[in-house]
């Protein structure tokens, strides 16, 4: 644990800058607005960190014309209430930033910048923590592993590659599973229950000198899952439960497989061919990377790295980092939604999202959210779930509500409002990052024996889809 004091930007009158005092890591999940913003844009000060060095040649991020960024700028949506309880119409960008307490927001589309803005002191040479984000670069170094041939599948259990999960819940769980977060074994992801799993991994990672092998005997004590509808232990791939302890695993076996660090092996992979302009870092204790959190970079080079993944992997002298069909597998939705009647089709693929905008009172349906679905004509993308009667690429992703591009979006997300989410179809790559008052809008209740991940992210979904029509 590191704790310090940071240097502002100096007085006027040529006196000594102030200074900050860095927020606490393990009180993370208690910190007010100012803390998260130094504490998100300082992951180097708070924990170590290995750096991903950029190379020589840079990867252009053009601006776009004035015409089409008038156009995202101009962008409008419903959503929420007015005081008279009718439906808030005409909220801008700069509503949504207030909203969502947004630090950074970037929008590319067609592979130049048609919006870029920030706030609360933050800037383009910020070098901002990602949360969860970073699990789905993880996922993504996955497949790299995989096309290099560190790893044989994804069918390949866990325990192959970390054998201290041998003779615990984790053996034989394949890695499809892993990244799938439906491994079967028990694990309470509440950020506000100090007595939950994801505190005490967090404590392992921070405080613990042998952080490794701390988290790996938290892990080899999870117990199996209870499948509710059985009473019987639940099977691999059968019950979707959000563990953040499964992506640390994740991480560690590609890097056991690699024998390099995430770090290191993103910016052989990625950071340097891709072409990022600036370091980044990530979270790195004894030559092991964070694989659930930590990883560190500028607004522009998280939209690049959404570009890499909108091409599929493909780096611009053409090369294949990832097999073929990886990102179409990575976003075929297998985990039934959290909420009945949400995202009907799946919501969760190799650790990458589906939210789709949604009424924004789910209890009521009073407050119809517009657009819901962006209706500019496009096929269901990736689902293979649940199967039925009904033919998959006819089915929509919200029942009641045609297939429309909106179904393409997937993204990645972590905790306190970041994002990186893509439209293949549309050429669309929307970056946020925030500093949201709570984990998500509507955890947690420690009181909860388990979180269960109730929020959906309306005003996000609602923002992108508005974006989708209006840049179409």
Same mark, same amino acid.
């Given at each position: 644990?590191?704790?310090?004091?940071?240097?502002?930007?100096?007085?006027?009158?040529?006196s000594?800058?102030?200074?900050? %005092?860095?927020?606490?890591? &393990?009180?993370?999940?208690?910190?007010?607005?100012?803390?998260?913003?130094?504490?998100?844009?300082?992951?180097?000060?708070?924990?170590p960190?290995?750096t991903?060095?950029?190379?020589?040649?840079?990867y252009?991020?053009?601006?776009?014309?004035?015409?089409?960024q008038?156009? $995202?700028?101009?962008?409008t949506?419903?959503?929420g209430?007015?005081?008279?309880?009718?439906?808030?119409t005409?909220?801008?960008?700069?509503?949504?930033?207030?909203?969502?307490?947004?630090?950074?927001?970037?929008?590319?589309?067609?592979?130049?910048?048609v919006?870029?803005?920030?706030a609360?002191?933050i800037?383009?040479?910020t070098?901002?923590d990602?949360?969860?984000?970073?699990?789905?670069?993880?996922?993504?170094?996955?497949?790299?592993?995989?096309?290099?041939?560190?790893?044989?599948?994804?069918?390949?259990? #866990?325990?192959? +590659?970390?054998?201290?999960?041998?003779?615990?819940?984790?053996?034989?769980?394949?890695?499809?599973?892993?990244?799938?977060?439906?491994?079967?074994?028990?694990w309470?992801?509440?950020?506000?229950?100090?007595?939950?799993?994801?505190?005490?991994?967090l404590?392992? #990672?921070?405080?613990?000198?042998?952080?490794?092998?701390?988290?790996?005997?938290l892990m080899?004590?999870?117990?199996?899952?209870?499948?509710?509808?059985?009473g019987?232990?639940?099977?691999?791939?059968?019950?979707f439960?959000?563990?953040?302890?499964?992506?640390f695993?994740?991480?560690?076996?590609? &890097?056991?497989a690699?024998?390099?660090?995430?770090?290191?092996?993103m910016?052989?992979?990625?950071?340097q061919?891709?072409?990022?302009?600036?370091?980044g870092?990530w979270?790195? =204790?004894?030559?092991?990377?964070?694989?659930a959190?930590?990883?560190?970079?500028?607004?522009?080079? +998280?939209?690049?790295?959404?570009?890499?993944?909108?091409?599929?992997?493909?780096l611009?002298?053409?090369?294949?980092?990832?097999?073929?069909?990886?990102?179409?597998?990575?976003?075929? =939705?297998?985990?039934?939604?959290?909420?009945?009647?949400y995202?009907?089709?799946?919501?969760?693929g190799y650790m =990458?999202w589906?939210? %789709?905008?949604?009424?924004?009172?789910?209890?009521?349906g009073t407050?119809?959210?517009?657009?819901?679905?962006?209706?500019?004509g496009?096929?269901?993308?990736?689902?293979?779930?649940?199967?039925?009667?009904?033919?998959?690429?006819?089915?929509?992703?919200?029942?009641?509500?045609p297939?429309?591009?909106?179904?393409?979006?997937?993204a $990645?997300?972590?905790?306190?409002?970041?994002?990186? $989410?893509?439209?293949?179809?549309?050429?669309?790559? #929307?970056?946020? =990052?925030s500093?949201?008052?709570?984990?998500?809008?509507?955890?947690?209740?420690?009181?909860?024996?388990? +979180?269960a991940?109730?929020?959906? +992210?309306?005003?996000?979904?609602v923002?992108?889809?508005?974006l989708?029509?209006?840049?179409?």
């Amino acid at each position: 644990m590191a704790l310090g004091l940071l240097s502002g930007c100096g007085g006027s009158d040529g006196s000594d800058p102030p200074v900050t %005092p860095l927020p606490d890591p &393990q009180a993370m999940f208690s910190w007010n607005t100012q803390q998260k913003v130094i504490g998100f844009s300082n992951s180097a000060a708070l924990f170590p960190v290995q750096t991903m060095a950029h190379g020589s040649v840079t990867y252009p991020l053009p601006v776009a014309s004035g015409g089409i960024q008038k156009q $995202a700028l101009q962008v409008t949506y419903q959503y929420g209430s007015n005081a008279d309880g009718s439906a808030h119409t005409g909220n801008t960008v700069n509503d949504f930033m207030t909203h969502n307490q947004v630090t950074g927001l970037l929008v590319i589309k067609n592979g130049q910048i048609v919006l870029e803005k920030y706030a609360m002191g933050i800037n383009a040479a910020t070098l901002w923590d990602g949360k969860s984000v970073s699990k789905s670069v993880t996922s993504t170094l996955m497949g790299a592993a995989i096309k290099d041939g560190y790893i044989g599948s994804l069918n390949d259990p #866990v325990d192959n +590659y970390v054998p201290e999960l041998k003779g615990s819940a984790y053996e034989g769980v394949s890695l499809r599973n892993m990244l799938h977060m439906s491994s079967g074994v028990a694990w309470n992801e509440n950020e506000l229950d100090p007595t939950a799993d994801l505190p005490a991994l967090l404590r392992c #990672v921070d405080t613990v000198g042998d952080n490794v092998n701390c988290v790996l005997n938290l892990m080899k004590t999870r117990p199996h899952a209870i499948d509710p509808s059985t009473g019987l232990p639940a099977a691999p791939g059968a019950i979707f439960n959000y563990s953040t302890g499964e992506a640390f695993l994740s991480g560690l076996a590609i &890097q056991r497989a690699t024998g390099m660090s995430l770090a290191s092996y993103m910016q052989k992979k990625i950071w340097q061919p891709f072409g990022m302009q600036s370091n980044g870092n990530w979270w790195t =204790w004894n030559g092991v990377s964070f694989g659930a959190g930590g990883f560190n970079a500028t607004l522009r080079d +998280y939209g690049r790295f959404g570009l890499f993944v909108l091409n599929n992997g493909v780096l611009p002298d053409g090369t294949h980092v990832l097999p073929d069909n990886w990102i179409t597998d990575a976003t075929t =939705w297998t985990a039934n939604s959290a909420l009945p009647g949400y995202a009907d089709n799946g919501q969760y693929g190799y650790m =990458w999202w589906f939210s %789709p905008a949604y009424d924004d009172d789910l209890v009521g349906g009073t407050n119809q959210a517009s657009p819901i679905f962006a209706e500019v004509g496009a096929p269901l993308q990736n689902t293979d779930n649940p199967a039925g009667a009904i033919p998959v690429q006819e089915r929509a992703p919200v029942q009641g509500q045609p297939a429309s591009v909106s179904d393409w979006t997937f993204a $990645a997300i972590g905790i306190y409002g970041q994002m990186i $989410a893509i439209n293949q179809r549309e050429n669309l790559v #929307v970056v946020q =990052w925030s500093v949201w008052d709570k984990p998500s809008p509507t955890c947690c209740n420690p009181a909860d024996p388990e +979180y269960a991940a109730s929020d959906p +992210y309306n005003e996000q979904s609602v923002y992108l889809n508005a974006l989708l029509i209006a840049l179409h």
